[in-house]
């Protein structure tokens, strides 16, 4: 219990820094996480201690690829790394008898993470948050419908065939249909969901760290960058904005996307209480 209290303590700060400090985690703080979680790692056996600072490098190298992809924030991939040092193996449930499999605790909360994340993004930026008008480069289209449907369709075809072969339960169906049909409304209405997470602004308000919408610009501006610095692409670093600050025109910044240490909260919160979503399907 000392571990679980320490563990949702600092992924409460974590979200509290994404939600109400703009995204921005202090460095102090994020630095301070991991020599927390290295002296809780300290606590377990030899045996365990090994496997925690193996899964501890694994996903922080997984975070950090993904980071200079432009993917992730600095700040998700250290909680990451804390996370898997406070716990590096799934602990029994507490609400829940269904064994582990001594699965990484981490595979779990970003399972759980995922699953909020996705039934929380359409409702959020398509009925509750402000609606930006999308113009005939971004509208809708059929290949969406077509890409949307063979979504759902390929869930759904999933979803017979582990019937067919395996007792699923009501909860493992359920499971299943909450990760379909929201992908599938993500996929359907993609274009909008972008452009309610993004920002239009010049290159010298961007700073170090933001995350570039490659995906909503024309491909006439992305070469436009690229001439000023071939390097230019998801992610913003201070050499990147310093070629590309006086330039005249603005770029799509994720200043208004998701935060993702809420949905990592979450994740912990339901990992801890019923552990890996996906082994009540399989299982």
């Known amino acids: 219990m000392i571990r679980i209290s320490i563990l949702l303590a600092i992924a409460v700060i974590y979200a ?51 980071y200079k992809a432009g993917f992730l924030g600095a700040g998700d991939v250290f909680e990451f790394i804390f996370v898997s040092l406070v716990f590096p193996m799934q602990p029994v449930p507490l609400l829940s008898g269904l064994g582990q499999m001594q699965l990484p605790f981490i595979f779990s909360v970003l399972i759980a993470a995922g699953y909020a994340a996705t039934l929380f993004i359409p409702v959020y930026y398509l009925l509750l948050g402000e609606r930006k008008r999308v113009s005939a480069d971004y509208g809708f289209n059929k290949h969406r419908v077509v890409k949307a449907a063979a979504l759902l369709v390929a869930y759904l075809i999933m979803l017979a065939v582990l019937y067919e072969f395996a007792s699923l339960s009501a909860v493992a169906v359920a499971l299943v249909l909450l990760i379909a049909i929201p992908s599938s409304i993500m996929l359907l209405y993609e274009k909008e969901i972008y452009l309610g997470m993004v920002s239009f602004i010049y290159p010298r308000s961007m700073t170090d760290g933001d995350m570039i919408a490659v995906n909503l610009m024309r491909q006439g501006d992305i070469a436009f960058f690229k001439k000023k610095d071939p390097e230019f692409g998801r992610l913003a670093t201070n050499s990147i904005i310093k070629r590309i600050k006086n330039a005249k025109r603005k770029i799509p910044v994720y200043r208004n996307s998701v935060p993702f240490a809420l949905f990592m909260l979450i994740g912990i919160v339901i990992s801890i209480l019923f552990g890996n979503l996906v082994l009540y399907i399989v299982a």
């Open 16 to 66: 509290l820094f994404d939600v109400f400090n703009k995204r921005d985690v202090p460095n102090i703080f994020v630095y301070a996480t991991i020599v927390i979680g290295a002296a809780v790692a300290l606590t377990y056996d030899i045996r365990t201690i090994e496997f925690g600072a193996l899964i501890a490098v694994g996903i922080g190298w997984f975070g950090y690829l993904m």
